[in-house]
């Protein structure tokens, strides 16, 4: 199983990034995709999820709007469109696929994003 994100990176305040994560060794439409954040010194909260049947839903306020989580079944990948991104965006971004009833998880390793000018 290998979960890998890429397109992480430094851009200057009110920038975009689209982050991928290109997932290998299990059906991956058949899994709940999700992406987290942990900035420094903070704790690793969950950003937004996209389910199997391409439900999506955001859990961080100030990404409403901002941040659009899509999913490519055909090219096993997921990614994180994130527009208008301010300094407190900051942090390595995690991929995570959770199986139907939760039995098996999988992370990326992360990549990280820096906003700043």
């Known amino acids: 199983v290998q979960v890998v994100e890429s397109g992480g990176g430094l851009v200057q305040p009110g920038g975009s990034l689209r982050l991928s994560c290109v997932a290998s060794?299990?059906?991956?439409?058949?899994?709940?995709m999700r992406w987290y954040r942990q900035a420094p010194g903070k704790e690793r909260e969950l950003v937004a999820q996209?389910?199997?049947?391409?439900?999506?839903?955001y859990y961080v306020d100030s990404e409403k709007g901002r941040f659009t989580i899509s999913r490519d079944n055909a090219k096993n990948t997921v990614y994180l469109q994130m527009n208008s991104l301010k300094p407190e965006d900051t942090a390595v971004y995690y991929c995570?696929?959770?199986?139907?009833?939760?039995?098996?998880?999988?992370w990326g390793q992360g990549t990280l994003i820096t906003v700043s000018s």
């Open positions: 995570n696929a959770r199986s139907p009833y939760g039995q098996y998880v999988y």
């Open positions: 060794g299990f059906t991956f439409s058949n899994y709940g």
């Open positions: 996209i389910t199997s049947a391409g439900v999506m839903a």
